[in-house]
């Protein structure tokens, strides 16, 4: 795959990259024609990468369907599908990672301890062997894409980070892997992650500032819900990740709520009146 | 400088670096004459890294003499000499490091807590910045090549490292940009480390196993001199840098010293009976 990549840049071509950890759904491919777009050359990743699991989470069960995938990825236009094995990408006395002092300390990283140091290791590992100009990675996992963005910026990477949206159902729940574990009655639960973002949206937008009055709110929303575990509810500046005390600036609001025993994860911005963009 | 990377890869010539924290001796040139064989291109860069130096270490009175710098570099063969600024490469919110797990946990990462963060750290952004095909260090640091060697095997750099040999006084003392700090007297009592190497490397090829025998004999000598206070005495294997019990395989000796308040380090590989090289 290096060399694959080093010869196309070498010829004067571009390349647009979307890693993923596989069991493609509609936000992935997305992604995908989004990158589609940018580049002479395609290449997706499916890796479900270990060093961003905790030893307590789901990474034996993590689904898995690499035919389909590969049937998803060619239809989306990905050129080059790279899949590698775990043990030619941490094989036996593997030992350097990547870290961040401040981003992992919120939010997800607080429950997920080195979770974003095993997201930053992959990805340095994967820019380096794929050698994109772009990579484009879904603003539903919002965190990742900051600790991904701060990484590239501050270790120079030759790479232009893109955030593309979040790819919903019809019923408002953002697109997820884990998704298929939920129980029908599960699955009417998780709306609720939704509702509490776009019921903030509304207030926010109608002039609400202060975060704590739409926290209440939401937690209220969520706790009326059977088979629900709020780990944070966070409104928070984009960029820092610090909470927000006043809403003055568009800011952006993250949950992630445990529904039986199924993470979920979402997040809206949130625009005061006459910030919205465009 | 990153454009003008990319544009010699492009271009499909190779790029061979050096990277330096200046005040070049005769060490560095002999590193810099080494790569210009490897490649179309020398880049060498000059820049006196704050994140390796910890709270009491010497940032501030480290050497520095830019125009000689400069010149030197030149008569070297460097096509290309990059000074960045500190405010370029550590601005503010800086907060993403690259780390290893065992290898510090040796020799000069002991005594120098976070020094090898800062060298990975630093040399992930030179070589994003830099783009080479070859990277040389010399083998006197020879923990800190081990380290680069196992963060670019780890990380997946498209950069092959290179070690080169050290560069002496006529007398055996390792060149340094540390030496201009030792007086006269000094300067007579750094000697005790190249003789104890020297020794050392004797009593192995005539059969000595024991490694302890050496460190004692090591530790005696450097005693004997006025002045001198030692960090560390240690024989291990060179690439994990774990101790040897027994000299059975070529071993590296590598010892810390400080001589007055400079801190000297030196290294020599020692081969038991039959396993020299070539």
Redesign the interface.
């Known amino acids: 795959m ?1 060399h694959r990549a ?1 010869r196309i ?2 010829s ?1 071509q571009t390349i647009a990259f979307v890693p993923t950890m596989g069991y493609l759904h509609k936000g992935h491919l997305s992604l995908m024609v989004h990158a589609s777009n940018l580049a002479d050359h395609l290449v997706a990743s499916i890796f479900v990468n270990p060093t961003q699991f905790g030893p307590n989470e789901d990474l034996s069960k993590y689904p898995r369907d690499p035919e389909r995938d590969a049937a998803l990825a060619a239809e989306a236009g990905v050129d080059i599908l790279f899949t590698p094995h775990e043990k030619d ?1 941490y094989p036996a ?11 992992p300390d919120h939010l997800c990283g607080l429950s997920r301890p080195g979770h974003f140091r095993g997201v ?2 992959i990805v ?2 994967l820019f ?2 794929v ?1 994109p100009h772009f990579a484009v990675f879904g603003e539903k996992d919002f965190q990742q894409l900051a600790v991904i963005r ?2 590239t910026a ?5 790479t232009e980070i893109i955030g593309a949206p979040t790819i919903r159902e019809s019923d408002g729940l953002a697109m997820s892997s884990r998704n298929k574990f939920l129980s029908e009655s599960h699955r009417k639960s998780a709306l609720v992650l939704y509702r509490c973002l776009t019921e903030a949206r509304r207030m926010v937008a109608e002039g609400e500032t202060d975060p704590q009055k739409i926290i209440k709110m939401s937690e209220a929303e969520i706790n009326a819900e059977a088979d629900t575990a709020i780990d944070y509810i966070a409104i928070c500046h984009p960029d820092t990740l610090d909470d927000v005390r006043v809403i003055g600036q568009p800011a952006v609001m993250a949950l992630a709520v445990k529904v039986g025993s199924t993470r979920l994860i979402d997040n809206r911005m949130l625009f005061p009146p006459g910030s919205e963009p465009g």
Chains 1, 2 share one sequence.
């Open positions: 290096q080093e840049r070498k004067g990408l006395g593997f030992e350097t990672f990547v870290t961040q002092e401040a981003l930053l290791t340095t590992k380096h062997i050698k701060k990484m501050d270790l120079n990477f030759d």
